[in-house]
């Protein structure tokens, strides 16, 4: 039995002189829940069209689940369930409705249809709601009911396009913990392509970081986190001048100090006592409004990295758009 759900080498794809996919490889293990990331246009989602088959490599290759998505398109299809955007649901019908539907689309059984239905419902938290007109819904239910009907067919690989779009705070939370659940309770893979780093950081395994279809990490969150490095100090408030900037750089524990909008950013040596520097600033004459300490993150490292690699390739003029 093949141990990984998700294999590329070197995937390529170009749209004319652009190309949105350089030299992918990405490897997913059976059962993980991984991130890709990366800003608009980095090639999450030209990545998963190729992974779906619905688009054929300029270069290089993948497998899906042991296939591959060019030759064998309909059975990688048959064996994924996929989010994109929109998610594809039918305001006319209610939620059974719409399973239904979708049921019918995969050929199952009438009577497994509706038990697969109650089945996914009631573990989305939507069977009271079954009857409902979807058209009044919210984002948050829409989703949920969309992965529902991405797991209408049982596959072992679920293909996620950006499905925190437009979530409230718990609407995001609840959804981080209904993948959580997916992964550890039914062993199902998740591939999960966003721009939000806090929940990919929460729950994923393992992070690609994209930038002008260019792999510029990939890596287990953990250690991308931890190249993040020092933890940083953002200090508001008013009278932040030249001086009191020097002064902090001549500061031991502080590494870099750079202005932000109304303050002052420093990135610190290691888990130092902060007092001293706050101290310093209010005898230097600055009235503190605000202090925050952030612990190093994924999203500390992710913008350094594609800082890094802006600086590197527009450097040499050879960024490209994707």
């Not at 490889?25 to 990366?38: F, R």
């Not at 998610?87 to 199952?108: M, Q, T």
């Not at 100090?257 to 001293?276: E, F, I």
Request: overall charge negative; hydrophobic content about 40%; aromatic content about 4%.
């Amino acid at each position: 039995m093949c141990e990984i759900a998700i294999r590329t080498v070197g995937l390529t794809r170009s749209f004319g002189p652009v190309l949105a996919l350089d030299d992918l490889n990405l490897c997913v293990p059976l059962g993980a829940l991984c991130g890709l990331i990366g800003p608009n246009g980095a090639g999450k989602t030209t990545t998963l069209r190729l992974l779906l088959g619905l688009l054929c490599p300029s270069a290089g290759s993948c497998e899906v689940l042991g296939r591959d998505p060019v030759t064998c398109g309909q059975e990688v299809r048959c064996r994924v369930g996929a989010m994109v955007q929109p998610c594809g649901l039918y305001d006319a019908l209610c939620p059974l409705e719409n399973l239904d539907y979708f049921g019918r689309i995969w050929r199952i059984p009438a009577h497994d249809r509706k038990a697969r239905a109650k089945e996914l419902l009631t573990q989305m938290g939507l069977w009271e709601r079954r009857e409902e007109n979807i058209a009044e819904w919210g984002r948050g239910l829409r989703q949920r009911l969309c992965i529902a009907r991405c797991l209408m067919h049982r596959p072992s690989l679920l293909l996620l396009d950006e499905p925190y779009a437009g979530l409230d705070a718990t609407a995001q939370d609840n959804l981080s913990q209904l993948l959580v659940e997916l992964v550890t309770r039914s062993g199902i893979t998740i591939l999960l392509a966003t721009n939000n780093l806090p929940a990919v950081e929460a729950i994923c395994h393992t992070v690609t970081v994209l930038n002008d279809g260019r792999t510029v990490a990939d890596e287990p969150t953990d250690v991308l986190c931890a190249q993040d490095g020092y933890p940083d100090l953002e200090i508001h408030g008013r009278g932040i001048s030249d001086e009191v900037i020097a002064l902090l750089l001549r500061r031991p524990e502080v590494t870099s100090a750079r202005r932000v909008d109304g303050g002052v950013n420093m990135k610190l040596s290691g888990r130092v006592d902060t007092a001293p520097l706050v101290s310093l600033m209010i005898e230097s004459g600055v009235s503190v409004c605000e202090v925050r300490r952030s612990e190093p993150s994924l999203k500390g490292t992710v913008m350094t990295l594609l800082s890094s690699y802006t600086d590197a390739y527009d450097g040499k003029g050879n960024g490209h758009d994707s």
